[in-house]
């Protein structure tokens, strides 16, 4: 408590003033006598030449209705006859603060702020009424306002946004929090802050002279709780009863670290596939869970057998394991697969686990279903011989297709009519067996290349080439080439070449006959012409002679 109390103050222009210090305000031996009726303690200055009396004080946030009283002034030439005037000039002179002329009492007429302005320089001199000389001054002085403790901490910060690691040892720094207070530091304890916690216990604390928050509560699990709020206190008066205080909201997020492991929902999996299913594709989707986040629950998965068919990878955004195929599946060959899938973390904490503590596996049965599929041919092409002569009817060879389906339905077999379209071939549709329906001439057409539909319930089909090469017979008699008139001369002599003849066979082999010339039976009776075979094969044979 502050108890106002009669200030005298001297203003010493030119003057010694020590002996006047030694009885307080009775003295006026030369100057002012400055007496103050302020709000504070005694205000003394050593200066070189001895005490100086020039300051008055006024205590803040004066709440009176009245002006408020600052102090005296008074000249010792002053015989309080009247004849003497004070005049104030300076900061604040005749609107914050004002004399009476006559008495020299000095007031303030508003309220005052320290936080505002401090201080006020202000000069005085006492003039003679009569004369309008100076009597006294002009001298300077200072009211300096005087601290209370109007103004309470205040954060720099509302709120503050800080993290700390989950788990983290008791007593880590968190975040430092500061309020600062607009009165006086030099004086009291109006601006001594002392920090307390008001909410956050017991997972934070908080130094009460730095402001430092820490963690006060040992594993603090982010997977538990992430969110903390924290209200933080500061109180001037050192904290002490009737201080001022503000607060500040600090919110808290614990930040991951990785202390989970990955762990399968569920230890078994199925998955059905077509055995159609493309080698690439997908077979199925797994994931695990982890409590963690981020790069902390970043998963990778194994199979770790079956390597050959199946083959995982990881989806980085949804952290599933992708388990596709990597060759084509048989049901008739291997109807069930059964798998075993690891998975791991992939970034993992050392301080916290082992590397097999944070694995986990699932069994992964993947069943083939079957699939309706094509009757399939024995072969993949057929090829067949018929003799050109033979009769309609015969059979030519067989194709053979069967359905590759477990249920092995029934096969049945016709021509592909739109490469054959004349019907040159017909096939048995139970058993497979093609034959002629027509009398083939390989001279016309030495091969027929058709194609064979299996067909199984009359939907599912597939196709054979099949080629058919029709072999020669010796079908055709040689024929002349040149069906001439020959000449000869009257006088010709006995052996003279008179023509000579070729012939061609449209059998196999072409132009590699061997033919042999003779006369006709009903021209040997004529014993003047004769032929005479040359030996040579068809094709020298055929040359036509020019002359
Ligand atoms: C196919 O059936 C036909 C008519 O029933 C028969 O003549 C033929 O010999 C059969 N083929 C075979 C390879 O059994
Ligand atoms: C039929 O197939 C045979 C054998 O592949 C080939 O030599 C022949 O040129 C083909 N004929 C036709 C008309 O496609
Ligand atoms: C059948 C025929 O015409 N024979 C003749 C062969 O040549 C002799 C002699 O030149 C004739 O006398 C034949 O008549």
């Not at 505002?116 to 001054?137: F, I, N, P, Q, W």
């Not at 209370?148 to 007593?171: C, L, R």
């Not at 955004?317 to 060959?333: M, N, S, W």
């Amino acid at each position: 408590m502050r108890t106002p109390l009669l200030l005298l103050m001297w203003l010493c222009f030119w003057c010694e003033v020590r002996s006047a210090l030694r009885t307080t305000g009775g003295l006026r031996r030369t100057g002012w006598e400055h007496t103050g009726m302020a709000g504070s303690a005694l205000s003394l200055r050593r200066s070189k030449r001895g005490w100086m009396w020039n300051q008055f004080f006024l205590l803040e946030e004066y709440t009176g209705n009245d002006n408020q009283y600052v102090g005296k002034l008074h000249s010792d030439k002053d015989r309080e006859d009247g004849t003497i005037r004070y005049v104030l000039t300076g900061e604040g002179a005749g609107t914050i603060f004002v004399i009476d002329e006559k008495s020299g009492d000095l007031h303030a007429t508003r309220r005052l702020d320290r936080e505002e302005k401090a201080s006020y320089t202000l000069s005085a001199k006492a003039v003679d009424k009569l004369t309008g000389r100076d009597l006294e001054g002009p001298s300077q002085f200072t009211i300096k306002i005087h601290d209370i403790n109007d103004n309470e901490p205040k954060f720099t910060k509302d709120p503050y946004i800080a993290s700390v690691q989950e788990m983290a040892d008791v007593g880590t720094f968190v975040v430092q929090v500061t309020a600062t207070d607009a009165d006086d530091a030099t004086y009291g304890n109006s601006a001594k802050v002392v920090y307390s916690i008001l909410q956050g216990q017991p997972y934070f604390s908080v130094e009460p002279e730095t402001g430092i928050i820490r963690t006060a509560l040992p594993n603090m699990n982010r997977e538990v709780r992430e969110h903390y709020q924290v209200v933080i206190q500061a109180k001037d008066m050192a904290g002490q009863m009737g201080g001022l205080s503000g607060t500040t909201t600090v919110n808290i997020t614990l930040l991951d670290i990785n202390n989970n492991p990955p762990r399968f929902p569920q230890g078994v999996y199925q998955f059905s596939v077509p055995e159609s299913l493309e080698p690439g594709s997908t077979v199925g989707l797994l994931k695990a869970t982890d409590a963690d986040t981020g790069k902390n629950a970043e998963m990778e998965y194994t199979i770790m057998d079956d390597q050959d068919m199946f083959q995982t990878s990881t989806n980085r955004v949804t952290q599933e394991g992708v388990i596709t195929l990597r060759k084509p599946l048989d049901y008739e060959k291997r109807k069930t697969y059964t798998l075993r899938v690891q998975v791991e973390n992939v970034y993992l904490d050392p301080r916290f686990h082992s590397r097999d503590a944070f694995r986990d596996t699932a069994t992964v049965k993947v069943m083939v279903e079957d699939v309706n599929e094509p009757p399939v041919f024995k072969r993949p092409a057929y090829i067949m011989e018929v003799k050109e002569n033979a009769e309609p009817g015969t059979i030519i060879g067989s194709v053979s297709a069967v359905d590759p389906d477990a249920n092995r339905n029934i096969v049945k077999y016709l021509i592909d009519w739109r490469t054959d379209m004349d019907h040159v071939f017909n096939i048995y549709p139970n058993n497979g067996s093609v034959y002629i329906s027509r009398l083939l001439d390989r001279e016309e057409q030495a091969w027929h290349n058709i194609s064979v539909q299996a067909t199984e319930n009359n939907s599912l089909m597939s196709h054979v080439p099949v080629y058919v090469r029709v072999l020669d017979v010796n079908d055709n008699a040689p024929t002349f080439d040149n069906v001439d008139e020959a000449f000869v001369c009257e006088n010709a002599k006995a052996g003279q070449r008179i023509q000579t003849v070729s012939a061609s066979d449209a059998d196999q082999p072409t132009g590699g006959h061997r033919f042999f010339f003779s006369l006709a039976p009903e021209a040997s009776v004529n014993a003047n012409f004769t032929v005479r075979d040359n030996k040579v094969t068809e094709e020298t044979s055929t040359k036509r002679p020019n002359n």
